[in-house]
């Protein structure tokens, strides 16, 4: 049976909260990935994606320098242990309209997993 940890994607890239929306835009297109997750000290705090960029921050005229990523990203953080089988990860993010599931071991963010991963 195939499991998550098989399709994730890894190491885990993250932002500050009070990084900006501009700095955030600017690492996803340098790293090409669609999120981040937002992380303050050691604590996962939300995710931010692309399409939070454009519809939180683009589509209501907010300033991408001024706004700080804390106030767009998507929370709580919804994780699925790495030793899922693919199916329930993927049942899961249908039911929750996930696109990208932060994956974990132990407890601990390890990856992340997009629909894009699954498919493949």
């Known amino acids: 049976m195939d499991e998550i940890r ?35 000290n050691d604590e996962y705090l939300g995710i931010v994606t692309k399409t939070d ?8 005229g907010l300033d991408p320098v001024e706004t700080q990523i804390s106030s767009v990203m998507s929370k ?6 790495l030793y899922i089988p693919r199916s329930e990860a993927n049942e899961f993010m249908l039911r929750n309209k996930l696109k990208h599931l932060a994956v974990t071991q132990n ?8 629909t894009k991963d699954l498919v493949s």
């Open 6 to 40: 098989d399709f994730m994607r890894s190491p885990v890239i993250s932002v500050g909260p009070q990084t900006s929306a501009q700095e955030t835009a600017k690492i996803m297109a340098e790293k090409v990935i669609s999120s981040l997750l937002v992380k303050d």
């Open 53 to 60: 960029l454009v519809n939180k921050v683009l589509a209501k």
């Open 76 to 81: 709580p953080l919804l994780t699925r242990d």
């Open 107 to 114: 407890g601990k963010v390890v990856g992340i997993l997009t």
